[in-house]
Nanobody, 124 residues
Framework: VQLQASGGGLVQAGGSLRLSCAAS????????MGWFRQPPGKEREVVAA????????YYTTSVKGRFTISREGAKNMMYLQMNSLKPEDTAVYYC??????????????????WGQGTLVTVSS
């Protein structure tokens, strides 16, 4: 599976951005997809994930109510709508895909396919 993330940029606090992830290749075996981020000087963390067979979603606590993950299967696209952005949301955002559909579908270690990342900068 090849993944291409886009949509990052510079936005003021309180603003919105929508990230997109285009998937290609052996997408028929994809069981879950997720957005992860790596803030400057920090470790990578999960932001949101979606399991495809039941559309269950996971959000890390800090983005609940502000971010929405969605997928457009027919187009092999995944999105992350980010509203009410905060400076602490500043990070490189990565989309990822996995063939794993178990209960830990939101854990980064389960993901084997990663996009190149897109930078989101939120100014105060």
């Amino acid at each position: 599976v090849q993944l291409q993330a886009s949509g990052g940029g510079l936005v003021q606090a309180g603003g919105s951005l929508r990230l997109s992830c285009a998937a290609s290749g052996r997408t028929d075996r994809t069981a879950a997809m997720g957005w992860f981020r790596q803030p400057p000087g920090k470790e990578r963390e999960v932001v949101a994930a979606i399991r495809l067979h039941d559309s269950s979603t996971y959000y890390t606590t800090s983005v609940k109510g502000r971010f929405t993950i969605s997928r457009e299967g027919a187009k092999n696209m995944m999105y992350l709508q980010m509203n009410s952005l905060k400076p602490e949301d500043t990070a490189v955002y990565y989309c990822a895909a996995t063939y794993y559909a178990g209960p830990r579908y939101y854990e980064g270690r389960e993901y084997g396919y990663w996009g190149q990342g897109t930078l989101v900068t939120v100014s105060s």
